[in-house]
C-alpha cells in the first residue's frame, strides 16, 4: 500500500469514528450544564443565540444565492440578517449576563460570517495553492 494510501485510510476510519462521536456527542450547552449547573442557563442563552445568528446567515446568504447577487452585497445581508437576529439576539445574551448593544451584536454576525466562510474556501485556496485567479 502506498503512502498516501495508508493516509486515506486513516482518513476513512477517522470519518467513520467522527461520525459516530457526533451522533452521540452530548451537545457541548447540555454539558456545560451537567458540570457547571450554576453556568447552565447562559451557555443554553448563547449557545441559542449563536445558532440563530448562523441559520440567519445561512438563510440570507440563500436569498441572495438564489437572486445571483452573493457578491458585493454584505451590508445588505447584514441589515436583513440584523433585522431578523437582532431583537432575540440581544435577550438570549442578556440572559446570559452580556448587555450587549446593536454593534455588539452586528460584530458577531460578522464573526459568524468569517467563519462561515472560512469553512467554505476549497481545499486547494486554503492549502495556500495558486487557483488561478488574479488578485
Not at 462521536?21 to 456545560?32: D, I
Not at 448587555?99 to 469553512?119: D, E, K, M, T
Request: aromatic share 6%; proline share 4%; net charge neutral.
Amino acid at each position: 500500500m502506498t503512502f498516501i494510501g495508508v493516509l486515506e485510510a486513516i482518513g476513512k476510519g477517522f470519518e467513520k469514528g467522527l461520525k459516530w462521536a457526533v451522533e452521540y456527542a452530548v451537545p457541548v450547552e447540555r454539558l456545560v450544564a451537567l458540570l457547571f449547573p450554576a453556568a447552565g442557563p447562559a451557555a443554553v442563552a448563547v449557545a441559542d443565540a449563536t445558532t440563530l445568528i448562523q441559520n440567519a446567515v445561512l438563510l440570507v446568504e440563500q436569498k441572495y444565492a438564489a437572486a445571483g447577487a452573493q457578491n458585493g452585497s454584505g451590508a445588505q445581508k447584514l441589515a436583513e440578517v440584523m433585522l431578523v437576529i437582532e431583537q432575540t439576539v440581544t435577550t438570549l445574551l442578556v440572559q446570559a449576563g452580556i448587555n450587549p448593544h446593536s454593534g455588539y451584536v452586528a460584530n458577531l454576525v460578522s464573526a459568524v460570517v468569517a467563519i462561515l466562510n472560512v469553512q467554505s474556501m476549497p481545499a486547494a485556496a486554503s492549502a495556500g495553492v495558486s487557483t488561478g485567479a488574479k488578485a
